[in-house]
């Protein structure tokens, strides 16, 4: 799996121009109430550093793809707006992206090989979670 990331990457850019970080952030805000999300609360969902998701929202409030609004909650903090042009990117990457995901990690495993793989998976963030990383 080691060069997996970099693949995925590549099948994003081609296939709809996104980057990995740019569509998980459109498909968190797209499934998120209101498909708006504090940035905080965003950063947490994906697992990443508040720092590393600020700076790709300059990026893709650039794009058009994200707008940041005065936060629905308390009128102080700032949310993360889904756009309609953020919309229609997600919905356009969203088929060949799960296309991928699934010809590539699943199909090729059988129904054993699957599960041996989710039980891995299972204790490896186990172990990442016993370090306090996950």
Request: charged share 30%; aromatic share 6%; with cysteine.
């Amino acid at each position: 799996m080691w060069g997996y990331p970099a693949a995925l990457d590549r099948q994003n850019a081609r296939d709809s121009g996104l980057s990995t970080g740019e569509y998980s952030v459109l498909a968190t805000l797209s499934e998120a109430e209101g498909h708006r999300l504090r940035a905080g609360d965003a950063a947490a969902d994906l697992g990443w550093e508040r720092s590393r998701l600020s700076h790709l929202l300059r990026r893709m409030e650039g794009k058009g793809l994200i707008e940041r609004v005065t936060s629905s909650c308390d009128g102080r903090g700032q949310d993360v707006l889904l756009t309609e042009a953020g919309w229609d990117a997600i919905r356009a990457a969203a088929p060949d992206h799960v296309t991928f995901v699934r010809e590539t990690i699943f199909d090729p495993l059988t129904a054993e090989e699957q599960a041996v793989l989710a039980g891995a998976l299972r204790k490896i963030r186990e172990a990442t979670q016993e370090h306090g990383l996950w």
